[in-house]
């Protein structure tokens, strides 16, 4: 059973695309994380939400408690944004992570 | 800009040897996770920690595991009687005020088990 479902798993564009990451859960969360994964593998922290939209920078993210989803936006895209993209949940007692969109963005 | 930092970067070590993975948290946070992340697949929770002692765990954190802040600023993850599957990258992270609060990841450790 998956608790976090993402898509795509693969994303390809082209250099100042518009880009969207969705996350579908199915479990009660006191949290919800975007978190970015280096090829190097280092992980950053992006986003942590619980109600509403965030923005910082040319990211948005975006999370519908009700719906039980979430979603990542990446306006004017560039080849450093190439990476993993991980949805993670907290749930208060037990973290969930997506298996991650990878995106690769093409000068 | 303060940073949580993992040693070390890369481990080796025989089956059935312990390993201690050491973690230094950001100083002021007061929650302490460890993540593990076998190749190719997502990451995975194992133990949250506060107050000087395990919050949460996961169910693959098992007796094989415990974790120790033996003096304040150092945060250690100990695997006992290593096997080949416990070959995977272990990230260390720690939030602030609240568990809720953005964590902030080490660079991990590459522990290879031969």
């Known amino acids: 059973k998956n608790e976090v479902e993402q898509s795509p798993q693969n994303l390809t564009a082209q250099e100042g695309e518009f880009i969207t990451i969705n996350c579908s859960y199915s479990?009660?969360?006191?949290?919800l994380h975007w978190l970015q994964q280096h090829p190097g593998g280092g992980i950053v922290s992006l986003f942590m939400?619980?109600?509403g939209k965030k923005k910082h920078g040319r990211l948005i993210a975006t999370i519908n408690i009700q719906e039980k989803h979430s979603s990542l936006h990446i306006t004017a895209s560039h080849p450093r944004d190439s990476a993993v993209y991980i949805c993670?949940?907290?749930?208060?007692?037990?973290?969930?992570f997506g298996t991650g969109t990878s995106l690769t963005v093409i000068p | 800009e303060p940073e949580v930092t993992q040693t070390p970067s890369h481990q080796v070590t025989q089956m059935g040897q312990e390993v201690i993975l050491r973690c230094v948290p950001i100083?002021?946070?007061?929650?302490f996770y460890w993540y593990r992340q076998i190749l190719g697949q997502k990451v995975e929770f194992l133990v949250s920690?506060?107050?000087?002692?395990?919050?949460?765990k996961s169910e693959i954190f098992d007796d094989q595991f415990s974790v120790e802040r033996p003096d304040g600023s150092n945060f250690t993850l100990k695997i006992r009687s290593t096997k080949l599957e416990d070959s995977a990258m272990y990230f260390c992270?720690?939030?602030?005020?609240?568990?809720?609060?953005?964590?902030?990841f080490g660079p991990g450790t590459r522990l290879t088990v031969t």
């Open positions: 992270a720690s939030s602030g005020q609240i568990s809720s609060y953005e964590q902030y």
């Open positions: 479990v009660g969360i006191s949290a």
């Open positions: 939400l619980s109600s």
């Open positions: 993670a949940l907290n749930t208060g007692n037990q973290f969930y």
């Open positions: 100083s002021n946070h007061l929650y």
């Open positions: 920690f506060y107050n000087n002692e395990i919050s949460e």
